[in-house]
């Protein structure tokens, strides 16, 4: 009974530790912690933030999200306007995502979250998904050699 009671305190998150997640995470992303800077950015005090550590936030996103970090991919193309990605961008980041997931699972749940709702994207012209699909293309490469076993 002792325990439970202590298991509960130690796995509830109060508005107290809420609010330790916009300095803790921006003291990750200077640190080059991969996907902080998306943590950071999904945090509610985004619009609050002056340009200049916006632009920072944003440098940083691009750079996780490049690198291949999953998370970040994910976050960056579930991201609204207010992170200052590209719509082609940001489907660049969707198309990596999903070429990283295991065969027909990042497509299955892309489909199952816009079907939600959850994801509010316009449908693509031919001309931006060709430049998305481009884009993807190295975040896939670098992600894929960074994972790959050591011998392999």
């Not at 809420?18 to 003291?27: R, S, T, V, W």
């Not at 998306?38 to 944003?58: F, I, K, N, P, T």
């Not at 490049?66 to 969707?94: C, H, I, K, V």
Request: some cysteine; charged content about 20%.
């Amino acid at each position: 009974m002792k325990h439970r009671a202590e298991a509960g305190r130690c796995q509830t998150v109060i508005e107290a530790h809420q609010a330790l997640l916009p300095g803790l995470a921006l003291k990750a992303m200077r640190g080059k912690m991969p996907g902080a800077a998306a943590a950071y950015a999904g945090g509610r005090h985004w619009s609050q933030v002056d340009a200049a550590l916006q632009s920072e936030v944003r440098n940083a996103i691009r750079a996780d999200a490049q690198a291949g970090d999953l998370p970040t991919l994910y976050n960056a193309f579930n991201s609204d306007e207010a992170w200052g990605l590209a719509y082609t961008e940001r489907l660049g980041f969707m198309a990596a995502w999903i070429a990283l997931q295991p065969p027909g699972v990042g497509q299955a749940i892309i489909e199952r979250t816009v079907n939600s709702g959850h994801l509010k994207v316009r449908a693509p012209s031919a001309t931006e998904m060709a430049e998305a699909l481009l884009a993807a293309r190295p975040i896939v490469e670098t992600a894929r050699k960074a994972h790959k076993a050591p011998g392999a």
